[in-house]
């Protein structure tokens, strides 16, 4: 049973179009995450939602938008893709802000 | 400049070593996230630190609160531990409070 599951686990696209990525957690956190993790390996939070809340946004452009319609989804949609939006997002959710995060297995973007 | 620091950077080391990878953070923090991502991409949550040492299977985290200072320990290393280790804190203070702040990743090398 996955505990984090993400898709696209691949998304190809051109410039300019709009994409969201969806995050489902069957655990029963309350408190969810998207992470960006570029070329050089380097992870970074952008997003962490507690209760469908927004707690973390961090200075992401706002063609990202995450949306929580309930705890255990967090999908993150994103308009007018740029080159520089290609990376591996990830999902990540835990149990509290402090608890032990676990991670889905990661979108791959490639924007052309 | 990041502030958690990881070291080294590249580690390789023949099957059967031990190996000590170093995390150091700059100010106080709530909790430490040990993390590993395989060469697939998917990342594993290792250990979540405040405190003390904490083991699994071959792995050890310990923790020095005083020192600033986290190390993950793997006995008897084998290939299949190769792999990137990336140390996570949650700053209490500063203009990081409350977010996940990521080292830039040890990357593992064990040789048959």
């Known amino acids: 049973d996955t505990a984090v599951s993400q898709t696209p686990k691949y998304l190809v696209t051109q410039m300019g179009n709009d994409k969201s990525i969806k995050c489902e957690q069957n655990?029963?956190?309350?408190?969810m995450y998207w992470y960006k993790q570029d070329s050089k390996k380097f992870l970074k939070i952008m997003f962490s939602?507690?209760?469908?809340?927004?707690?973390i946004n961090e200075t992401v452009p706002n063609r990202f938008s995450p949306k929580s319609p309930d705890k255990a989804h967090l999908n993150l949609h994103i308009n007018s893709l740029e080159l520089g939006d290609s990376a591996v997002y990830f999902c990540?959710?835990?149990?509290?802000?402090?608890?032990?995060?676990?991670f889905g297995p990661g979108t791959r973007l490639l924007v052309l | 400049k990041n502030e958690v620091e990881q070291s080294p950077q590249n580690l390789t080391a023949q099957e059967g070593e031990f190996i000590t990878i170093n995390c150091s953070y700059s100010v106080g923090i709530s909790a430490l996230h040990w993390l590993q991502q395989h060469p697939g991409g998917g990342i594993v949550s290792l250990f979540m630190l405040s405190s003390g040492k904490k083991k699994h299977g071959r792995l050890i985290a310990t923790i020095n609160i005083q020192e600033k200072h986290s190390s993950l320990h793997i006995t008897a290393s084998h290939p299949r531990d190769s792999a990137v280790y990336i140390c996570a804190v949650k700053f209490m203070l500063g203009a990081n409070a409350g977010k996940s702040t990521f080292g830039d990743g040890t990357t593992l090398t064990v040789k048959p």
């Open positions: 990540a959710s835990s149990s509290g802000s402090g608890g032990t995060q676990y």
């Open positions: 655990l029963g956190h309350d408190t």
């Open positions: 939602y507690n209760n469908k809340e927004l707690i």
